[in-house]
């Protein structure tokens, strides 16, 4: 079982919508956990880190699931420039390492 | 304030031949790290520094792959020989200090192994 498990999608869904990304991790153990976004051939950029009370950034809200082990990020009325990969990181404990899924890729339509 | 800088953007080589890729953080950021990126995959952590000293590298390939980051601030990750399957991005990031600390990510380099 991977430690990091993200549907890869693509989530094609349009303008104005509401869509909502899973992340599993294995390690229970995990401390910390972030979504990071990244654009096709660019590098990763930190979107919101993840707390266990749940947090909001305008459109996103991130929330974390401890005894289910995994964690969300809900994107509301989607925009075309919201097209990107999401990918969830978990930090590891112990080493605190940042471990990567896959990314799910998300196409936002006109 | 200047972000994390990488070179070269872009490299193409035949398997076998050696490679090098070049790393300047965040001014004053203490840890350094090295990630591959292969098509369709998540970044993997290749190696860690904090300051000059490596954090851990379980995951480099050592036969082939090794890094350093003298006087703690450039890194330098060099493949020799290089294999098909080294054909990734290799990223580089840095945070402040250490696992506590947001990582920024430098643009990347592709790779290309032919």
């Known amino acids: 079982r991977k430690e990091v498990e993200q549907d890869p999608g693509p989530f094609n869904v349009p303008e104005g919508a509401t869509v909502a990304f899973n992340c599993t991790y294995s390690?229970?153990?995990?401390?910390?956990f972030f979504w990071y976004r990244q654009d096709c051939r660019k590098e990763p950029k930190l979107l919101m880190s993840?707390?266990?009370s749940g947090n909001e950034d305008g459109r996103f809200t991130a929330q974390l699931n401890r005894a289910s082990q995994y964690i969300s990020l809900l994107i509301r009325d989607s925009k075309l420039s919201d097209s990107a990969t999401y990918l969830c990181?978990?930090?590891?404990?112990?080493?605190?390492?940042?471990?990567f899924g896959t990314g799910t890729r998300l196409k936002v339509l006109a | 304030e200047a972000g994390v800088a990488q070179s070269p953007r872009y490299k193409i080589i035949e398997k076998r031949q050696s490679v090098a890729f070049w790393c300047n953080p965040i001014s004053g950021h203490a840890t350094l790290y090295w990630y591959q990126q292969i098509l369709g995959q998540g970044p993997k952590l290749l190696i860690q520094f904090q300051n000059n000293g490596v954090v851990d590298d379980s995951q480099l390939p050592k036969d082939r792959f090794s890094a350093e980051r003298l006087k703690g601030v450039d890194s330098t990750l060099k493949i020799q020989p290089a294999k098909l399957e080294d054909s990734a991005v290799y990223l580089c990031?840095?945070?402040?200090?250490?696992?506590?600390?947001?990582?920024?990510f430098g643009p990347g380099t592709r790779l290309t192994v032919l």
């Open positions: 990181v978990v930090s590891s404990s112990g080493t605190y390492k940042y471990i």
């Open positions: 390690n229970s153990a995990s401390q910390s």
């Open positions: 990031a840095s945070s402040l200090q250490g696992h506590t600390d947001t990582q920024y």
């Open positions: 993840v707390y266990s």
